[in-house]
């Protein structure tokens, strides 16, 4: 039997985190987007999908690692098979999240935006640097008081010795909180509140963040060019790379564990939800 969807066109991908960084509502937000629930499931109610066992929904805590599949129409116009596995948080159940790391391609490594990298983020991230397991970053509850992306950004480097490549940069932060910079096309997108996260605007990125944006996106340009000589020389010769270029220069170097894209949002509040499964299908 044929399959349905080609290999290269599966995603195998957890969510890990310290406890309470939003994983589980991240893969709500996910199964509601892609289509798989027909409501939101709120982890405070008792509802997530993915906590299933009686103690998870008491607790509002993930204990087991559940799978669950669903699908994705990608920027390219093609559907993906997404295999999610949402690993627990809780420093109890570490082996649950190591078993997991095992089988996945790729994860998302969810960080709370006020607390940034916290104790089982740098356990989890470990797991998964001995795996050489290949990652992304979502900056969550950017809607949080006290919500810093920059700081976070900083933690990264400092607390887990590793290469941020920031993708987006957020508009606003706690309630202000309004959407993201896209780097790569330089756009912004302004989320809808009326239509539960599902539909955005896409406007001129705000003046008070383009000089910002400018100097991130250098950067941007300068990690994705050192995965391919000829793109670094033509960038040191003043030839840009095209934003195709930049995306297949990322995800070479995302799946090769050289460098970490980072995007930013809040799940809760359903901003930035979209964004990051199209980058799960570009950079994963």
């Not at 948080?89 to 916290?118: K, M, W, Y």
């Not at 976070?152 to 508009?171: D, F």
Request: charged share 30%; proline share 3%; with cysteine.
């Amino acid at each position: 039997m044929a399959r349905e969807y080609k290999i290269e066109d599966y995603r195998n991908f957890g969510i890990m985190a310290h406890i309470d960084a939003g994983k589980t509502t991240t893969t709500e937000r996910v199964l509601y987007y892609t289509g798989k629930s027909h409501k939101i499931g709120e982890v405070h109610d008792g509802a997530a999908t993915m906590d299933w066992m009686e103690q998870e929904q008491e607790r509002g805590i993930t204990i087991t690692s559940a799978a669950t599949t669903t699908f994705w129409k990608g920027r390219d116009g093609k559907m993906h098979r997404f295999n999610i596995i949402d690993t627990p948080g809780h420093v109890d159940f570490t082996i649950e999240v190591e078993r997991s790391l095992r089988v996945l391609d790729g994860a998302i490594a969810l960080l709370d935006a006020n607390a940034g990298v916290e104790p089982q983020t740098e356990t989890v991230w470990r797991q998964a640097d001995k795996y050489r397991v290949p990652r992304m970053i979502f900056c969550n509850k950017m809607d949080k008081i006290g919500a810093d992306f920059y700081r976070s950004v900083e933690m990264i480097g400092s607390r887990l010795g590793a290469h941020a490549v920031v993708m987006q940069l957020p508009i606003g932060a706690e309630t202000e909180f309004k959407g993201v910079v896209d780097l790569v096309e330089m756009n912004a997108l302004v989320w809808r509140d009326e239509t539960l996260g599902a539909a955005w605007d896409i406007v001129e990125i705000p003046a008070d963040l383009k000089a910002r944006a400018e100097e991130y996106r250098e950067k941007m340009i300068e990690a994705a060019v050192e995965m391919d000589e000829t793109a670094l020389e033509n960038y040191l010769e003043g030839k840009m790379p095209s934003n195709d270029e930049i995306r297949a220069l990322i995800r070479k170097g995302t799946i090769a564990v050289k460098f970490y894209p980072m995007f930013c949002g809040s799940a809760f509040k359903n901003k930035g939800v979209q964004p990051l499964l199209d980058a799960v299908v570009e950079y994963l």
